[in-house]
């Protein structure tokens, strides 16, 4: 006689066990109608799933939080059953559901077309339309084995062989008479899929990832709710293409990479323009927070990586090089190290902490040739790194005012919509359960301080250390991983610092706060880029302003305004070329300068300049110094601007 518990808090007691689908069925028929799937006890189950015991139990419609998932994992089944109809031979290997969507591997001969796709997607909505009802069976492994290898599926066999241990059941999908491996839950039927999903692009894949494994096929879709929440995402994809930053850095003349130097990256002038200007503006901020900045070196021994644990625990990532007197060093992956090499000079007493030591640290990790992606993931970059040394005491007031510092920086750049992610101990970790505790207590309490909601992810820890992660929400609703705050007091024990307390006793173990908040500086670059679309507020833009001339009469008069306007401490250049205005004003709008200033005669015997945005928007004439003023009072807001400090 189960009794079951609903979302709501009211229960439901009957005679004998039920299904979920039953279930929904007793609560109402349109929620039946409307079933996916159940969560059991927290767990997602089909709604054939017979709930026999006492149970907190929810019905799963496409409003539910969990549905996405369940339609995108069935999107990728009804896509294979397609590709394996249209093109008899192929094996599927596996499909899972991902962010945004979902993707198939398969092993063909033969290459899908673009072509191909839209075939595919034709016979997916008539595999929908067909309603087919899908059902869960258990097999036996060895029956599994046996079945797949007679229809020539040999991926599904080595799956079965590698995952499914000797003497356990295979859980087995069908849906008319298609079939496959899989541990669910599914939709109840391949109606109940909504036609709100596209096939988006093809490309190569590895079987298991495996660069020695065989190549395999892997074609690529998204899938949501309804019409309208696809239209939403192709549209964001539209714009993610239009703003990609390595489209625009190109454009735009920021930066380039070359095969000479895979991940790393070759700043052009007004790529590093911008560059510099991030870290005038992040020195500003930390200087006015208390900071202080170190450098330390980017080579470093064995022995050092050995105490810190990266060697163990961080190893494959690192660049290593051995010297002719037999000397192992690392480029450093991390920054740490040298900063608490840096704390250990010199007898430090309470009255030093909370010690806040900052580093634009560049760092060298190996990311596979097949990762690197742009300014968004490389092998060599910068980070704007700090490591705070306090007292337990002092521990929770300074994460208070790291995340309150980080969210205000953010502020900055027209980053309003910041997730904040909490991630606690790994199963691969040093460092106590004790000490663990302390550790996570003191991030979870400053957020509950500062009243700030929070996600949960259990394990995702450093080895060291819990840490929180910021993630911004840009122009078009991209979501990106950038600031962190780690906790530690694992690497403060391994080092053996220390400083003196109040009673004299000089063993006392400071805890180290791991704190970026751009991240990698080459990473925040990219996304800014993608966020503002190249077109950087006046403070940031490479060139801030260009002076135009109308006839060569007036060459030496934009000279002078050039001048005058560098000595306000502007970023301005001129444009001399024979050509109609016209044309250059429409050159430099690509270029996304935010102020264009033409001149003509009228404007140099009035010592004034014609002022255009870079949106097209005529400001009129103005005198020099009501530009500057313009400029000004454009950025006054921003306390800690560096154009702003320059030019007032």
């Known amino acids: 006689m189960p009794q079951v518990t609903l979302p709501d808090g009211s229960s439901r007691q009957f005679e004998q066990p039920i299904t979920v689908h039953d279930l929904a069925a007793d609560i109402g028929a349109g929620l039946a109608k409307a079933a996916l799937a159940g969560k059991v006890d927290g767990q997602m189950v089909d709604t054939s799933y017979l709930i026999s ?27 294979a059953q397609a590709v394996q109809e249209l093109f008899p031979g192929t094996q599927v290997t596996i499909g899972p559901a991902i962010e945004d969507g979902f993707y198939y591997d398969f092993a063909r001969e033969e290459p899908f077309s673009p072509d191909d796709l839209q075939k595919i997607e034709d016979r997916m909505r008539e595999i929908v339309g067909r309603d087919l009802p899908i059902n869960r069976e258990v097999w036996d492994r060895e029956q599994a084995m046996a079945t797949f290898r007679d229809i020539g599926e040999d991926y599904k066999v080595q799956i079965i062989e590698d995952i499914i241990p000797q003497g356990e059941e295979v859980s087995v999908y069908r849906q008319g008479d298609w079939f496959d491996v899989c541990r669910g839950p599914h939709l109840p039927s391949t ?170 640290g560049k760092v060298h990790r190996y990311e596979p040739s097949g990762a690197l992606f742009g300014l968004m993931r490389v092998r060599h970059f910068t980070q704007d790194d700090a490591h705070i040394y306090c007292t337990e005491e002092q521990m929770e007031r300074e994460c208070i005012d790291v995340i309150a510092l980080v969210l205000d920086i953010y502020k900055d750049f027209g980053f309003e919509d910041v997730v904040i992610k909490l991630s606690t101990r790994p199963e691969k970790r040093i460092g106590s359960d004790e000490i663990w505790d302390k550790l996570e207590g003191a991030l979870s309490n400053a957020l509950e301080v500062m009243g700030l909601d929070y996600i949960l992810y259990p394990g995702e820890g450093a080895f060291y250390g819990p840490k929180l992660e910021f993630v911004l929400r840009d122009a078009i609703g991209r979501d990106w991983q950038c600031g962190t705050l780690q906790v530690d007091m694992n690497l403060p024990e391994r080092f053996d610092i220390s400083y003196v307390d109040q009673s004299g006793d000089r063993s006392k173990r400071p805890v180290m706060l791991h704190r970026a908040l751009f991240g990698s500086l080459e990473r925040f670059i990219g996304i800014l880029i993608e966020h503002y679309e190249g077109k950087f507020p006046v403070w940031l833009a490479p060139v ?105």
């Open 544 to 648: 801030q302003a260009v002076v135009l001339n109308i006839s060569d009469k007036q060459a030496d008069y934009v000279g002078e305004v050039e001048q005058r306007l560098k000595s306000g401490g502007f970023r301005v250049a001129s444009d001399l070329r024979n050509e109609k205005v016209g044309f250059k004003i429409r050159e430099h709008t690509l270029q996304a300068v935010p102020y264009l200033l033409v001149v003509g005669d009228r404007e140099m015997e009035n010592n004034e300049v014609a002022v255009r945005t870079q949106s097209g928007e005529d400001l009129g004439t103005m005198s020099i110094d009501d530009f500057i003023a313009h400029v000004q009072n454009e950025t006054e807001a921003r306390p800690s601007d560096p154009v702003a400090s320059k030019v007032a």
């Open 53 to 79: 015991e006492d149970a907190e139990v929810a019905i799963i419609t496409t409003k539910s939080d969990e549905a996405l998932e369940l339609i995108r994992h069935d999107a990728a089944h009804v896509m």
């Open 191 to 360: 109606g109940k899929l909504p036609k709100a999903f596209k096939l988006t692009k093809l490309a190569g894949a590895y079987w298991r990832g495996d660069s020695n494994n065989e190549m395999l096929q892997r074609i690529y879709g998204t899938a949501w709710r309804d019409k309208k929440e696809l239209k939403a995402y192709l549209h964001r994809l539209e714009e993610a293409q239009k703003r990609d930053h390595r489209k625009l850095g190109r454009r735009l003349d920021l930066f380039h990479f070359s095969d000479d130097a895979p991940g790393s990256v070759f700043w052009h002038p007004k790529g590093w323009t911008l560059f510099l200007e991030l870290l005038a503006y992040m020195r500003k901020r930390q200087e006015e927070a208390g900071y202080v900045e170190v450098n330390t070196p980017d080579v470093m021994d064995r022995s050092l990586w050995e105490t810190s644990g990266h060697w163990f625990n961080y190893g494959e990532n690192m660049f290593t090089t051995e010297t002719e007197d037999g000397g192992m060093y690392a480029l450093k992956p991390m920054n740490c190290p040298g900063s608490v090499s840096m704390f250990a000079q010199g007898l430090k007493s309470y009255r030093d902490l909370p010690l806040r030591m900052a580093e634009f």
